[in-house]
C-alpha cells in the first residue's frame, strides 16, 4: 500500500482475509487523515482524528464534553509530542500543571480518563503498545458521604411545596428515582395515569445551548416504572396545573409533550430549578441538597423499607450492581446498626 508521503508500508497475517482486513483499516484511516507514520502522529493530530472517529457512536453531550478538554487541557499540555513517545512523565506534568491552577482532582482525573481512552483506541489501532495515561498517577479524590433526606425531612419537603409550581417535579423525583435530565425529558406519552407507571426513554439534555432530547445513559436506564399512589397523584395535580397554565399562555404556547414545563410549555432550565429549589429548602429549614439528591433520596427511603440492592438498581437504572452497592453502602451499615439497636432494646425490654 502507498502512503501519501510516497512510501510504502506492507501487511503480514497468518490468512488473506487477516491482510485484506488489515489493509482496509489503513485505508480507512489515510482518507480519515490519520498519518499512518507511527513515528510522525503527534498527540494533537491523533485527538483531532479521534473526536471525529467517535462522534457518531457517544452522546452528543458527551463528545461536547470530550472536545472541549482535548482543546483546553490535553492539546495545550500534550499536543506537541509524538503520540508514540508519549508516556506517563508528559502525562503526571499535565496533571500537576492542571492542579497548580487549581482545578479539582474531579477535573484532573476526568481528563486523564478521556486520554486513558483515546490511548486505548490507538492501542487497538496498533498505533501504540502501551497506553501513558493508564500508568499516570490519579489525582486523590475523595468523596463526600452521601447524606439523603430523612423520612421526616421528606415530608416536610413534600408539605412545603405541594403548592409550588415545583411541587410536582420535586415529589416525583423522590418517588421515581430519575435523573433531572430523565424528569425534564419525560413526555405524556412516556407517563400511563390509568396502570400507575412511567417508562423512561429519553433525558432533554441543552447542547450548545439547544434543548435535546438524547438516550437514556444505558441500556439498564431504559425503564418502567411503577408508581406509588401518592407520585401519581402528584402527577394528577401537574396535569391539570399545565393544563390551566396552557389556557394562560394562548398563543404563547408552546407544546413540547413534556410533562415539566416552564409556564410556557418550554423545556425547564436547569439553573433555574437549582436556584428555586435551594430557596424552598431553606424556606422549609431543610438542610442544602443537590437536586440530584433526591435521586439518593429515593434509594435511601427504599433502604429503609428493606428493599434489596438488586431491586434499588432496577429503579434507578444503574448498569451495575456494583454502582449501586458503592454508592450507598454506608447507609446499608447505618440502617443495619439502627437494626441492631432496635433489636438490643426489644431484648433488654427498654
Request: charged share 25%; net charge positive.
Amino acid at each position: 500500500m502507498s502512503l501519501p508521503d510516497g512510501r510504502r508500508k506492507s501487511f503480514y497475517g497468518k490468512t488473506r482475509k487477516a491482510v485484506q482486513d488489515q489493509l482496509r483499516e489503513a485505508q480507512r484511516k489515510v482518507e480519515s487523515g490519520i498519518d499512518l507514520s507511527k513515528d510522525r502522529i503527534t498527540v494533537r493530530q491523533y485527538l483531532e482524528h479521534w473526536l471525529k472517529d467517535i462522534e457518531p457512536n457517544v452522546r452528543p453531550s458527551t463528545h461536547t464534553s470530550y472536545s472541549s478538554y482535548c482543546r483546553n487541557h490535553l492539546i495545550p499540555s500534550l499536543g506537541s509530542i509524538r503520540l508514540s513517545e508519549l508516556k506517563a512523565p508528559h502525562v503526571n506534568t499535565m496533571l500537576r500543571e492542571m492542579a497548580e491552577k487549581g482545578l479539582a482532582p474531579r477535573t484532573r482525573n476526568y481528563a486523564r480518563s478521556i486520554l486513558r481512552k483515546a490511548l486505548n483506541d490507538a492501542i487497538d489501532a496498533d498505533l501504540l503498545s502501551s497506553n501513558a495515561a493508564e500508568k499516570a498517577r490519579p489525582a486523590r479524590q475523595s468523596t463526600a458521604p452521601i447524606e439523603p433526606l430523612t423520612p421526616e425531612q421528606v415530608q416536610i419537603l413534600l408539605r412545603h411545596t405541594r403548592d409550588h409550581w415545583l411541587g410536582p417535579l420535586i415529589h416525583t423525583a423522590i418517588g421515581t428515582g430519575l435523573r433531572q435530565g430523565e424528569l425534564f425529558g419525560l413526555r405524556w406519552d412516556d407517563v400511563d395515569l390509568e396502570n400507575a407507571t412511567i417508562t423512561v426513554r429519553f433525558a432533554l439534555q441543552r447542547i450548545n445551548r439547544v434543548p435535546t432530547f438524547v438516550p437514556p445513559k444505558t441500556e439498564k436506564s431504559r425503564r418502567t416504572i411503577a408508581l406509588d399512589p401518592t407520585t401519581l397523584a402528584a402527577l394528577k395535580r401537574q396535569r391539570i396545573r399545565q393544563l390551566e397554565a396552557r389556557m394562560v399562555a394562548g398563543e404563547k404556547w408552546q407544546d413540547w409533550n413534556l410533562v415539566f414545563t416552564s409556564t410556557i410549555g418550554t423545556p425547564l432550565d436547569q439553573s433555574n430549578v437549582t436556584r428555586q429549589f435551594q430557596r424552598l429548602l431553606r424556606e422549609a429549614g431543610l438542610p442544602r441538597q443537590r437536586f440530584h439528591d433526591l435521586r439518593h433520596c429515593a434509594a435511601s427511603l427504599l433502604l429503609s423499607q428493606g428493599a434489596e440492592l438488586r431491586t434499588i438498581q432496577e429503579f434507578l437504572g444503574h448498569s451495575q450492581i456494583s454502582l449501586t452497592a458503592n454508592t450507598y453502602t454506608h447507609l446499608s451499615e447505618k440502617l443495619r446498626r439502627d437494626t441492631a439497636q432496635r433489636m438490643g432494646e426489644a431484648l433488654s425490654g427498654t
